[in-house]
């Protein structure tokens, strides 16, 4: 268990809905990280937050965003959903920044139909 | 810009056999470096760390790795391997860009192990 928690773990929904995935980083944790994992993109890094705000950006789709609240929990939002969408998306947090040791929650699978 | 390649999407080995892993990393400036390894239906959990200290990293499970700056290198080994060991192990660069750390992860190697 590496203290990071994602909900919900399963998510099914249809093409052009909306959905909204939690992340609850570890204790003291300040940086949150995602990541979508997909058979054919693999890992791909979305977006970082640090202590409330936006630190790195890296493949995220406009219409994917995503915030950290002032208790460190992060919530991905992903809209005018697609197929493509259908993906395992990753939440990570780490003490400060990225030179730090990254723990994994156990994901939350998206499936699009 | 830093980048990640880790050479061999899938890698088969004998049970018993030395595992080798191999990445190579790009980046401007000393990097730290990292392998992570997912076992199915599971998140990423970190095997080793480089920092700049030592060269060779020891990790868990009897996985180790040597940071090769001429070479670029930091390929992950293990003497014997064992059947708990299939996975997939993505290496990692992080590094300065644009006055923050930024974190790079290879494409992953997928290790099956052969009874």
């Known amino acids: 268990d590496s203290g990071v928690t994602q909900t919900p773990k399963h998510l099914i929904t249809a093409t052009g809905q909306r959905v909204t995935l939690r992340c609850s980083p570890r204790?003291?944790?300040?940086?949150v990280y995602w990541y979508q994992q997909s058979l054919d993109q693999g890992l791909q890094f979305l977006i970082q937050?640090?202590?409330?705000?936006?630190?790195a950006k890296g493949n995220i789709l406009e219409r994917f965003s995503a915030q950290q609240f002032p208790d460190l929990h992060s919530e991905l939002n992903l809209s005018s959903l697609e197929l493509g969408d259908s993906a395992l998306y990753f939440c990570?947090?780490?003490?400060?920044?990225?030179?730090?040791?990254?723990?994994f929650g156990p994901g939350t699978r998206l499936t699009v139909l | 810009a830093q980048s990640v390649t880790q050479l061999g999407s899938h890698v088969s080995v004998s049970e018993g056999a030395l595992v080798l892993l191999r990445c190579n990393y790009s980046?401007?400036?000393?990097?730290?470096l990292f392998w992570y390894v997912q076992y199915p239906n599971q998140g990423l959990q970190l095997l080793l760390k480089?920092?700049?200290?030592?060269?060779l990293v020891k990790g868990i499970n009897g996985f180790e790795a040597e940071f090769k700056k001429s070479e670029t290198s930091f390929h992950l080994t293990k003497p014997s391997a064992h059947m708990s060991d299939a996975a997939e192990y993505f290496c990692?660069?992080?590094?300065?860009?644009?006055?923050?750390?930024?974190?790079?992860f290879g494409t992953g190697t997928k290790l099956q192990v052969i009874p």
């Open positions: 990570a947090s780490s003490t400060r920044q990225s030179t730090d040791t990254q723990y």
């Open positions: 990692a660069v992080s590094s300065p860009s644009g006055g923050y750390q930024k974190v790079t």
């Open positions: 204790s003291g944790d300040l940086s």
């Open positions: 980046s401007s400036v000393p990097p730290y």
């Open positions: 480089y920092t700049s200290a030592a060269t």
């Open positions: 937050y640090y202590n409330g705000e936006e630190r």
